[in-house]
């Protein structure tokens, strides 16, 4: 039996797949979760990320506003369905002026860990890098520094140390809408030294797997299980109506982490349903976050929908290891 390593999740959103699902993941019967009108000022909420909190969950948002500026801001929810999101952006304090200079921050990733909530996202230091803060509460955050030089998308930290060290996956880019991209791994001793860094996986070139065949970049934070860290992706494929944007899952070293074990070929997700294929970016299915239980092996991903709203997906650790294995 595969096992999901973790806390237990009693009151995990949840939804039995129906019988005419197709794929491993399917969708939750009310998505999108949350529309446009997140908040006061939002044009879209999308790409966010949550978790367990208190007896519910919270959770940092993407909401950009009405003037189309990107920020990240606090919610919190009982089921994990119906969110209550801030009007204010997350209020950051810490260490040096310097690095608190707001340019923007979109895409945020969040866990637990020693104590506190951490929470990456693309940060604008001269051009986007990964943000780092901590909180306790989900109401003042403490920034620490930027994790890498600019140019950097998607940090995503492991939930743990692994041998001695924190570790964070990222993606190198450029300044603009990269046109290439591969996943890394860095280690940290203290959570503002970032090196040794690892290269993990590349986009596909080939027809084998087209549809991650021009960036890809790590989504939620990577789930334990016993069969290696169980991560999901998002890969892009360049089409003549520009970037497409599908959900993929591969399986990592325990111990090793930049080392793929399984990879699979066909993706767990693509923009299908209206609202993920019309928005302000149409086609794009884009995870953050997965909530799991680990007595029942049950996963909930966050995902930005179109890059306008948010949606749900459920799936197993059994069934998303079994997919992603049968299928590398
Ligand atoms: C990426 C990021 C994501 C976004 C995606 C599709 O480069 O900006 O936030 O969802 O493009 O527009």
Same mark, same amino acid.
């Given at each position: 039996?595969?096992?999901?390593?973790?806390?237990?999740?009693?009151?995990?959103?949840?939804?039995?797949?129906?019988?005419?699902?197709?794929?491993?993941?399917?969708?939750?019967?009310? !998505?999108?979760?949350?529309?446009?009108?997140?908040?006061?000022?939002?044009?879209?909420?999308?790409?966010?990320?949550?978790?367990?909190? #208190?007896?519910?969950?919270?959770?940092?948002?993407?909401?950009?506003?009405?003037?189309?500026?990107?920020?990240?801001?606090? *919610?919190?929810?009982?089921? $994990?369905?119906?969110?209550?999101?801030?009007?204010?952006?997350?209020?950051?304090?810490?260490?040096?002026?310097?690095?608190?200079?707001?340019?923007?921050?979109?895409?945020? /990733?969040?866990? &637990?860990?020693?104590?506190?909530?951490?929470?990456?996202?693309?940060?604008?230091?001269? *051009?986007?890098?990964?943000?780092?803060?901590?909180?306790?509460?989900?109401?003042?955050?403490?920034?620490?520094? !930027?994790?890498?030089?600019?140019?950097? /998308?998607?940090? =995503?930290? +492991?939930? /743990?140390?692994?041998? $001695?060290?924190?570790?964070?996956?990222?993606?190198?880019?450029?300044?603009?809408?990269?046109?290439?991209?591969?996943?890394?791994?860095?280690?940290?001793?203290? %959570?503002?030294?970032?090196? #040794?860094? /690892?290269?993990?996986?590349?986009?596909?070139?080939?027809?084998?797997?087209?549809?991650q065949?021009?960036?890809i970049?790590?989504?939620?934070?990577?789930?334990?299980?016993?069969?290696?860290? %169980?991560?999901i992706y998002?890969g892009?494929?360049?089409?003549?109506?520009? +970037?497409?944007?599908r959900m993929g899952s591969a399986? %990592?070293?325990?111990?090793?982490?930049?080392? =793929?074990?399984?990879r699979s070929?066909?993706y767990i997700?693509?923009?299908?349903? %209206?609202?993920?294929?019309?928005?302000?970016?149409?086609?794009?299915?884009?995870?953050?976050?997965?909530?799991?239980?680990? @007595?029942? *092996?049950?996963?909930? =991903?966050? &995902?930005?929908? @179109?890059?306008?709203?948010?949606?749900?997906?459920?799936?197993?650790?059994?069934?998303?290891?079994? &997919?992603? #294995?049968?299928?590398?």
């Amino acid at each position: 039996m595969i096992k999901l390593i973790g806390d237990t999740l009693p009151n995990i959103p949840w939804q039995e797949k129906p019988t005419d699902a197709v794929g491993p993941l399917w969708r939750y019967s009310n !998505n999108p979760i949350i529309g446009r009108n997140g908040n006061k000022r939002s044009n879209s909420v999308f790409n966010s990320a949550v978790v367990p909190y #208190k007896d519910g969950f919270a959770g940092v948002f993407r909401c950009d506003s009405r003037s189309i500026s990107m920020d990240i801001f606090a *919610g919190f929810s009982k089921d $994990g369905l119906n969110w209550k999101i801030e009007d204010e952006p997350i209020n950051l304090v810490g260490i040096e002026d310097e690095i608190l200079n707001r340019e923007y921050r979109y895409d945020p /990733r969040v866990h &637990y860990m020693d104590g506190k909530y951490y929470v990456t996202w693309c940060n604008g230091y001269h *051009g986007p890098t990964i943000g780092v803060a901590h909180t306790t509460d989900f109401k003042t955050f403490t920034q620490m520094e !930027n994790a890498f030089l600019p140019f950097n /998308r998607n940090g =995503v930290m +492991f939930p /743990r140390k692994i041998g $001695g060290m924190y570790m964070m996956m990222s993606r190198p880019s450029d300044n603009g809408h990269t046109p290439f991209g591969d996943i890394f791994v860095s280690q940290s001793p203290d %959570l503002t030294f970032w090196g #040794k860094h /690892r290269f993990m996986m590349s986009t596909i070139k080939t027809d084998e797997s087209a549809w991650q065949s021009t960036k890809i970049g790590p989504g939620p934070i990577p789930i334990e299980t016993s069969e290696g860290w %169980l991560m999901i992706y998002h890969g892009v494929i360049t089409t003549c109506n520009g +970037f497409v944007y599908r959900m993929g899952s591969a399986l %990592l070293d325990i111990d090793e982490p930049w080392k =793929v074990l399984y990879r699979s070929k066909d993706y767990i997700l693509a923009p299908h349903e %209206l609202y993920e294929c019309v928005g302000d970016v149409p086609n794009v299915v884009f995870p953050c976050a997965a909530l799991t239980d680990s @007595a029942t *092996g049950r996963i909930a =991903v966050y &995902y930005g929908c @179109a890059d306008t709203v948010t949606g749900v997906a459920f799936t197993t650790v059994e069934e998303l290891v079994n &997919y992603t #294995k049968e299928y590398s």
